[in-house]
């Protein structure tokens, strides 16, 4: 069976909305982040999040992952079991068990562990050995190592580190760093996974290769893909929707093609008044 054939059949066994975003507000003292943004995010859909600085992206991010705690509104996961979650006051380590990983704007890596410990990390999060088990070297301890060791190894190999399993995290280039920290996401085994500005800092081939990734996790790892970015070109290659924030308010969803062509977006996120002709003609840099 083809790539596209299995995501098929997936896609018609889990149909629905994964994530539901319903009237989020979040407040800073006097400051709004987030003004009743409500977002839905189909199972298996490649979703990205655009919008000028300042315009929430991030806070919604953090929102998702119990980073913050919104003070209005409902955030709630469909796992793939049908069990309905209310995210909003559960805490990430909680949240990341329920199936949401993420990546950050800047590296969060062991500099001095390396890649294939790096991985680990990640893919014991999810195994069941405790304390006692790690000391006295039961069985299942060692049958649990065995199999973090050949899934992390795995997972190299998927984004293309495998060569560079033994090399320090800090030692890798910027790109292949940013590529390691989707590894050690993936090994946590996540039903979604939220890509904070992956392609921040990297030059034209590596978010070509970037983009390339992205499509691969979702389409043969079968896993929904939260983006948000500022590269214009990246976004338009690799998300199927899009949603426009600014100033913490939701001013477009569409596809990317309506995304380009919407006047409300063109002057407050392009800021010009004339659509780009081709998509990633416009590109808008910096942090939310």
Request: with cysteine; hydrophobic share 40%; proline share 5%.
């Amino acid at each position: 069976m083809t790539t596209s054939a299995v995501r098929s059949t997936a896609s018609s066994e889990l149909d629905g909305n994964l994530i539901e975003v319903e009237h989020v507000t979040l407040r800073f003292g006097g400051v709004t982040s987030l003004n009743d943004v409500s977002i839905t995010q189909r199972r298996g859909e490649r979703l990205a999040i655009i919008g000028p600085n300042g315009a929430g992206k991030t806070s919604l991010f953090n929102c998702l992952t119990g980073v913050y705690r919104p003070q209005e509104g409902s955030i709630r996961l469909t796992r793939a079991s049908g069990a309905t979650t209310e995210l909003r006051g559960v805490k990430p380590y909680k949240v990341n068990r329920l199936g949401i990983a993420r990546t950050f704007q800047t590296s969060r890596l062991f500099g001095a562990m390396t890649a294939l410990e790096n991985v680990r990390v990640g893919v014991e999060s999810t195994q069941r050995t405790g304390p006692v088990g790690a000391m006295l070297r039961l069985p299942r301890t060692l049958i649990e190592e065995r199999e973090s060791d050949l899934r992390a190894l795995h997972l190299l190999e998927f984004v293309g580190l495998a060569a560079r399993a033994g090399d320090l995290a800090a030692t890798l280039p910027y790109g292949d760093r940013r590529k390691l920290e989707v590894a050690r996401a993936l090994g946590t085994r996540p039903e979604v996974l939220l890509l904070d500005e992956p392609a921040a800092g990297t030059n034209p081939s590596e978010k070509r290769a970037l983009g390339e990734l992205i499509r691969r996790i979702n389409e043969e790892l079968l896993v929904t893909i939260l983006l948000i970015e500022h590269d214009m070109k990246l976004v338009m290659s690799v998300a199927e929707r899009i949603v426009v924030l600014n100033f913490g308010r939701v001013i477009a969803v569409g596809t990317p093609a309506e995304i380009q062509r919407d006047p409300v977006v063109i002057d407050a996120y392009l800021g010009t008044s004339d659509a780009p002709d081709e998509p990633g003609e416009a590109t808008a840099d910096g942090a939310d």
